[in-house]
């Protein structure tokens, strides 16, 4: 017995010795030999070259300028494309209210927009009805169909959030309030990606939007619901490509101005 139970206990030992070397070895792997750099690295398509303004809001060389503080040349009355009637002094766009909104000659899907704006310093009333205009990032109809980014004075004005600036009317609430005071610049910079529709016309991908307001994120790829409604629910209708409209907002607040406005194209 005495011997049985010696085995196996020299037995036991050399089981837990053996696992605890086999345990402590390590892990064998491929041989890091027969990975090169080269496998991971991407040498085409080359991606052009684009030459960039002489500061970050001036256009770079792929850009199409709308507005250069000559002319409205780019742009027609939303409602009917005769020539846009608003006022063009001192390299500013100032809106003519009169004349109802203004939108882009040309038609667009995706891209990359810069537009600065200015509320009044003389700016009078409150909420809705002080600074109001609107940035449609694709007019879809005249009026004031299409997708629309408010701009508004949102500097010590209150009203509802998904209505102030920076946000996506009635729809995405800016993620904060970067708002200059009245009688100073402003500025967008937008990343728009187009919906998809199916041949059907029913919704195959969401418009997405991307918001920097005076340098500040306030809509980071925001899914859009679909078209801006004042009254009811946003919704979807199909489109292909579309003009950029900015809007002649009937408040009676003195009207605001724009300048510097610039678009890319994205594939």
Same mark, same amino acid.
């Given at each position: 017995?005495?011997? &049985? ?17 086999? *345990? ?7 041989? *890091? ?14 991606? @052009? ?43 500013? !766009? =100032?809106?003519?209210?009169? *004349? ?6 040309? =038609? %667009?899907?995706?891209? &990359? ?8 310093e003389n700016i009078t009333g409150t #909420? &809705?009805?002080?600074?109001?205009? #609107?940035?449609? !990032? ?7 169909? #299409? ?7 949102? /500097?010590?004005?209150?009203? /509802?959030?998904? #209505?102030?600036?920076?946000?996506? $009317? ?29 041949g059907d016309g029913s919704l195959q =991908? ?5 918001? %920097? ?24 209708? @199909? $489109?292909?490509?579309?003009?950029? @409209? ?22």
């Amino acid at each position: 017995m005495h011997i &049985q139970l010696s085995a196996f206990f020299a037995f036991t030992i050399f089981i837990g010795i053996s696992h605890s070397v086999f *345990a402590q070895q390590p892990m064998t792997l491929p041989s *890091a030999q027969a990975a090169r750099p080269e496998d991971t690295e991407v040498w085409e398509p080359v991606p @052009k070259v684009v030459k960039p303004g002489v500061n970050d809001a001036a256009p770079p060389s792929d850009a199409i300028v709308l507005f250069n503080g000559k002319n409205l040349d780019e742009w027609v009355s939303a409602q009917d494309k005769s020539p846009a009637k608003w006022f063009v002094a001192g390299d500013v !766009l =100032t809106v003519n209210k009169a *004349a109802g909104n203004i939108a882009t000659r040309r =038609t %667009f899907r995706n891209y &990359q927009l810069h537009i600065e704006w200015k509320i009044p310093e003389n700016i009078t009333g409150t #909420g &809705q009805e002080r600074g109001n205009s #609107g940035l449609f !990032l694709a007019s879809t109809g005249p009026g004031d169909a #299409g997708y629309e980014l408010q701009i508004l004075d949102s /500097y010590d004005n209150k009203t /509802y959030v998904n #209505g102030q600036a920076g946000s996506i $009317y009635k729809q995405g609430i800016p993620l904060v309030n970067p708002n200059r005071k009245p009688g100073e610049w402003q500025s967008y910079d937008v990343v728009w990606t187009a919906p998809i529709f199916n041949g059907d016309g029913s919704l195959q =991908t969401p418009a997405f939007v991307t918001v %920097f307001f005076n340098g500040v994120l306030v809509q980071n790829h925001f899914e859009s619901l679909g078209e801006t409604r004042y009254i009811g629910r946003p919704f979807y209708k @199909k $489109y292909d490509a579309a003009p950029i @409209k900015l809007q002649a907002h009937g408040d009676p607040s003195e009207p605001i101005s724009f300048r510097n406005i610039w678009v890319r194209a994205l594939n």
